[in-house]
């Protein structure tokens, strides 16, 4: 029997759910700490190329977010989540043997097409395998488990990333395929009681709400705390302070540790649309709050600056685990479950769109323009903190609205065969 199998079969399905996120998280450490060394040390490609190439990824995984969403909707996450897999393993593997830039294009598309229809169909998997009242704390578990296997990954890339030899860097993609092939075989075991398929609804779901959409292009855009953290963080450092570029390392370790510890307590306030609704406004102020903090470390050396710089990046990372946990929140109870797919895959347009324009924004606006390009920051993310609180208030009401009439619906489709006075 293989180890996959006994996963799915010995281990409670949150547990299954668990180890798919850190095995998911292992391949994705070890393919993000070597992936583009290997594609500019080993395979020859210009770093504009492989810009190029990532550009396009988060370009195809924004216009993939929604079609993927409707599929979950059709054939179930489950089913959908194991395709992805099977995909990313596929496409990851193709890269070993890739040496054509334009090859190299289209596979790294097609990965994040993958990737994110895959973070979709998680979330919708989640919702099918765990009870309404725990899918955010399981979220949350995943999540803390997510971000300890890319730490692991990334070490065990680390000896790699040091050589030059083609054949170290083609074992890793292999073995970041066989992550993916071992996820996809322990989710395919999956049993999900709280599946309801679309057949089974008695009126067709609804496309998404307008207010909907808009909530989560405004729940991306509090999530820039990724590209803050991932670009603005280390350019800062090294360019607007004083301090040593190791610092960069602490700061980002010291995110690590605190992600992996808090996500989990910090949402619990994120079960119901009310909470997360508040808990996504409290992330902005917060995120806001270290952004102010890394603006006074300008042009500062020494313990202050290293000091400031520390209580800036834990603000941050604390915005973050509260910010995403209120968008599992919001998504989980705003999304019908009979569309639940097509909504979740509308709603993630705002992340997508993050991935995409959110690393130049950030450097655009903060390193540039510093430091008010850091107050100019924090100002945009208290607004739009604000502005999320009215859109989830109405997308909750027409929920509720478009639930009560397809309860009707069904209602009166069932005793239709009652008015012509029909016996068995």
């Known amino acids: ?27 994705q450490g070890m393919y993000s700490a070597a992936g583009i060394i290997y594609f500019t040390r080993v395979l020859g490609l210009s770093v504009g190329q492989v810009g190029l190439a990532l550009s396009v990824a988060g370009a195809m995984g924004f216009l993939a977010a929604v079609p993927l969403g409707r599929l979950i909707d059709e054939i179930g996450a489950r089913r959908t989540a194991v395709a992805l897999q099977l995909a990313k393993a596929v496409l990851v593997a193709s890269l070993a043997v890739i040496e054509s830039f334009w090859l190299f294009l289209v596979a790294a598309a097609l990965l994040g097409a993958a990737t994110r229809g895959g973070q979709v169909a998680w979330q919708a998997l989640v919702a099918d395998v765990v009870g309404a009242d725990q899918r955010v704390r399981v979220q949350a578990l995943t999540r803390s488990a997510f971000n300890a296997g890319v730490s692991v990954g990334v070490l065990a890339a680390a000896p790699v990333i040091a050589l030059t030899d083609r054949g170290p860097f083609v074992a890793m993609l292999l073995g970041v395929a066989v992550c993916y092939l071992l996820v996809s075989q322990v989710t395919a075991r999956l049993p999900v009681p709280h599946q309801q398929v679309r057949k089974d609804v008695a009126v067709p779901p609804a496309k998404p709400g307008t207010d909907f959409v ?66 996504l406004a409290v992330s902005g102020v917060v995120v806001a709050g270290s952004c102010a903090v890394f603006a006074l470390t300008r042009g500062l050396d020494g313990g202050t600056a290293i000091a400031l710089l520390i209580t800036a990046t ?111």
């Not at 040593?244 to 119901?272: C, E, G, I, M, Y």
């Open 214 to 279: 808009l909530l989560g292009f405004v729940t991306g855009f509090l999530g820039l705390h990724i590209s803050i953290l991932e670009i603005a963080i280390p350019l800062w450092v090294v360019q607007r302070t004083g301090t040593h570029d190791s610092v960069v390392a602490l700061l980002l370790f010291v995110n690590t540790v605190l992600v992996v510890t808090t996500q989990v307590p910090l949402s619990r306030w994120s079960k119901s649309v009310p909470g997360a609704t508040a808990s």
């Open 1 to 27: 029997m293989s180890i996959a199998r006994r996963l799915g079969r010995r281990a409670r399905p949150y547990h299954a759910l668990v180890a798919g996120a850190l095995l998911t998280a292992l391949g």
């Open 314 to 424: 834990v603000l941050l990372t604390l915005g973050e685990v509260v910010q995403s946990a209120a968008s599992w929140g919001l998504g989980f109870e705003l999304a019908p479950i009979g569309g639940r797919g097509g909504h979740l895959g509308a709603f993630s347009l705002g992340a997508a769109l993050q991935d995409v324009v959110g690393p130049g924004l950030v450097t655009f606006v903060v390193i540039q323009h510093a430091p008010m390009g850091w107050w100019l920051l924090a100002g945009a993310l208290v607004t739009s903190g604000l502005v999320a609180i009215p859109l989830a208030r109405r997308a909750h009401r027409q929920l509720i609205a478009r639930t009560v009439a397809a309860a009707q619906s069904g209602a009166a489709t069932e005793q239709a065969p009652l008015k012509g006075g029909t016996t068995s």
